[in-house]
């Protein structure tokens, strides 16, 4: 039997007990909770003794010998990310195009920024909003180094770091039998995709009522009662958005995922390590 700790093993284990939750763990992750339970069966075999406190399902902390074994776990990880930040360490004046959609910006950017800059001092970093879209086409295209974009779930190529379960959020002050009014951003993104998606499948009408640029002129709109958002649940929650419980009809919305896409032939080895920071710090946020 091996006798080597796997780091993401590890990362699950602290991330479990830090959730107190095999689910939120694995969505924090952007894993599944089969293969998050899996991982502690095995390191739990590896070890020779339990490192979880369980009862009826619910996790109640490490055992003492879990807890023994996390604190040299955070140690592992700490050291795991220092040696690849150093060997990963940009030479003075590189620079990084990066790409994500404005909301990103509202996902705790200010210290993902700040953790970029201080494990990557020398780095520049150019960054551009716009719509899913078009950042999937320009990081494609090698016009973005690196960039973050929302999409239906799919089984492409480029890194799928997380899925966000969508629903309805809004209270329309006037509504139509005939057309369900719409709040949501330009055509392009994913969030609009999927509400015009299931609409269609529904034979549902519809109108955009307001068309935001940005994710507080949305949130105003619906507020103000123009229409309907279709936006992942902890994004309307964390924005006080009413649930959209007086629509009865309004049909089921499917989860979108959140991708990571480096450019083809990138020659910054620390876009991957950028990339991971914000995974964690901010697009999960």
């Known amino acids: 039997m091996p006798t080597t700790l796997d780091i993401d093993t590890l990362r699950s284990l602290i991330a479990i007990v830090d959730l107190k939750s095999f ?56 050291l795991n990310e220092r040696a690849i930040a150093a060997m990963r360490r940009p030479r003075a004046g590189g620079q990084i195009r990066l790409g994500m959609p404005a909301d990103f910006l509202e996902r705790d950017f200010s210290s993902t920024l700040g953790e970029i800059r201080s494990r990557f001092p020398d780095a520049q970093l150019a960054l551009r909003t716009d719509l899913s879209a078009r950042l999937a086409e320009d990081v494609g295209h090698g016009r973005l180094d690196l960039a973050f974009y929302k999409r239906t779930p799919s089984n492409a190529d480029d890194a799928a770091i997380a899925f966000e379960p ?49 994710l507080t002129a949305l949130i105003a709109a619906v507020k103000a009662g123009l229409g309907y958002a279709a936006l992942p649940v902890r994004l309307g929650e964390r924005k006080a958005l009413p649930h959209a419980s007086d629509l009865a009809e309004l049909p089921q919305l499917n989860a979108v995922e959140l991708a990571l896409g480096i450019a083809r032939g990138c020659n910054l080895p620390f876009a991957r390590a950028i990339g991971s920071i914000i995974a964690q710090r901010c697009a999960l946020a």
């Open 23 to 78: 689910s939120r763990a694995a969505e924090q992750l952007g894993r599944s909770q089969s293969a998050i339970s899996l991982q502690i069966a095995r390191l739990e075999g590896l070890v020779g003794h339990p490192v979880l406190e369980r009862a009826r399902g619910r996790v109640l902390g490490p055992t003492a010998k879990g807890e023994e074994l996390i604190a040299h776990a955070r140690e592992i990880i700490a």
């Open 166 to 214: 969508m629903t309805w959020f809004g209270k329309a002050t006037s509504c139509s039998d005939d057309a369900v009014p719409l709040v949501a951003f330009a055509d392009g993104c994913a969030y609009r995709s999927e509400a015009l998606r299931s609409l269609r499948l529904l034979g549902r009408e519809w109108t955009i009522a307001c068309e935001a640029r940005s």
